[in-house]
């Protein structure tokens, strides 16, 4: 009599631990993911800088006026990476916000 509620809990157990595991990949992509968007931030910013400050030198080489573009165009570019970097923020807002209402219709229609 005993048996058949073992093998019961014990297939009850397996199917719990089956249950659970998508979630725990899911959270582990989501952590991947925002490291993964923070590195683009980091690089879009970055890029903005190196870009300006080499077109700024260029300009400044070819015009013989030694600091002058180098500075005007590491602002331009800080600009731009900035910029750069909200824009990239808020496509990722929404898209995070268009999956989550997506989970939260097929929970719902789940329930039903």
Not at 68 to 97: C, H, T, W
Not at 102 to 109: G, L, Q, S, V, Y
Request: cysteine-free.
């Amino acid at each position: 009599m005993t048996e058949p509620k073992t093998d019961k809990l014990k297939e009850f157990d397996e199917k719990l631990k089956l249950a659970k595991k998508p979630k725990e990949v899911k959270e582990k992509s989501q952590e991947h993911k925002a490291m993964s968007n923070a590195y683009g931030y980091a690089t879009e910013l970055l890029a903005g800088f190196v870009i300006g400050a080499i077109m700024g030198w260029s300009l400044d080489n070819w015009l013989d006026t030694k600091p002058l573009f180098m500075i005007v165009f590491i602002f331009i570019g800080a600009g731009a990476g900035i910029f750069n970097v909200i824009k990239s923020s808020q496509r990722d807002f929404r898209e995070q916000q268009a999956a989550e209402q997506a989970a939260a219709d097929e929970r719902k229609n789940d329930k039903n």
